[in-house]
Structure formats: C-alpha cells, structure tokens
C-alpha cells in the first residue's frame, strides 16, 4: 500500500510539471540508454564504442 501510494506522489509531481511545461519528458532510444552500461553487460562492439567516445 505504501509504494503504490509514493509512486502515485510522485506521479503527479512529474504530471504537474509537464503541464506547467516545468519539465520536457522525450524518448530516449535504447541504444542510447546509458543506465544500461551500469545494469547489463554490453555486447563488445557497444562497450567499445562507449569507452572511444
């Protein structure tokens, strides 16, 4: 009970301010996704191409 109730919070924070247009909210796409290199073990040619940029 107490998550759903937190993530509805939150939530509605987010929604209030795109609606004030206080925050822009777009797609990102998944191989831009840099939470992944943290989470997941990459294939060689991405975790390459990562460490060269």
């Given at each position: 009970m107490k998550d759903t109730?937190?993530?509805s919070l939150a939530?509605?924070?987010v929604l209030e301010?795109?609606?004030?247009?206080e925050l822009n909210v777009s797609h990102?796409?998944?191989?831009?996704?840099?939470?992944?290199?943290l989470t997941k073990p990459l294939p060689?040619?991405?975790s390459f191409?990562?460490?060269t940029n």
């Open positions: 109730v937190l993530y939530h509605n924070l301010k795109v609606i004030r247009k990102v796409s998944a191989q831009d996704q840099w939470a992944d290199v060689l040619p991405d191409i990562l460490e």
